[in-house]
């Protein structure tokens, strides 16, 4: 096993620990609006291919070999520092939002607008944290199938996502989010009073 396969099960198993741990303090939250579809469902499911099973047939088995390019070793070793700022700023964004984090798009009973941590600068460090991963995903496993495809779904549950994220947050606090969109960015830290990002 190539060392930088052997980062890369580290930090997913890293990731798995920390979705998980939060994943069970949410179950127990009564929740109070659902925005689960069924392409919700495939666009989260989507993530989860891209993220686990492809890597793990590339690491495992010859099957996507097909697709393997050559980085220089510098170049893919640039993955681990991304990494582990992802990871950072992954556990981060669930350790600020608590009890208000949901896997799905759903708010409890005692939602509360978090803008305070990394949430501070940027509405949405989750997704930043996520972009990053496939960022370090990309230069850790060099094949074009399985280090691209989690970037490559990131973007797609961004862009479908997080309009009705948004909207969701704006029906709930109303001008309090406004007022919190026109000083954050949405994945990048704002640095002008243009359009966030």
């Known amino acids: 096993m190539e060392p930088s396969h052997f980062i890369f099960l ?7 620990f920390i979705r998980g741990t939060y994943m069970l303090r949410s179950s127990s939250n009564k929740k109070t609006f659902k925005n689960s579809n069924i392409r919700e469902n495939i666009l989260v499911s989507l993530v989860a291919v891209s993220q686990l099973v492809l890597p793990l ?3 495992f088995t010859p099957l996507l070999n097909w697709a393997n390019y050559k980085l ?3 170049t893919t070793w640039l993955g681990l520092p991304v990494m582990v700022y992802a990871l950072y700023l992954f556990w981060r964004s669930h350790a600020d939002l608590g009890d208000s ?4 798009l759903e708010l409890n009973l005692e939602h ?3 803008d305070r941590g990394v949430y501070h600068l940027i509405r949405h460090p989750m997704y930043s944290s996520l972009f990053l991963l496939g960022i370090g995903q990309s230069l850790l496993l060099n094949n074009w199938l399985a280090g691209w495809a989690a970037l490559a779904s990131f973007a797609l549950l961004y862009r479908l996502r997080l309009p009705h994220e948004e909207a969701m947050m704006l029906d709930l606090f109303g001008e309090e ?3 919190y969109m026109e000083r954050t ?5 704002r640095l002008s009073r243009t359009k966030s990002a």
């Open 10 to 16: 580290i930090v997913i198993t890293i990731y798995l």
């Open 112 to 114: 509360k607008l978090v």
């Open 57 to 59: 047939i590339f690491i």
């Open 185 to 189: 960015g949405r994945i990048i830290p």
């Open 177 to 179: 989010y406004r007022s």
């Open 72 to 74: 220089p070793i510098a």
């Open 101 to 104: 984090w949901s896997v799905k």
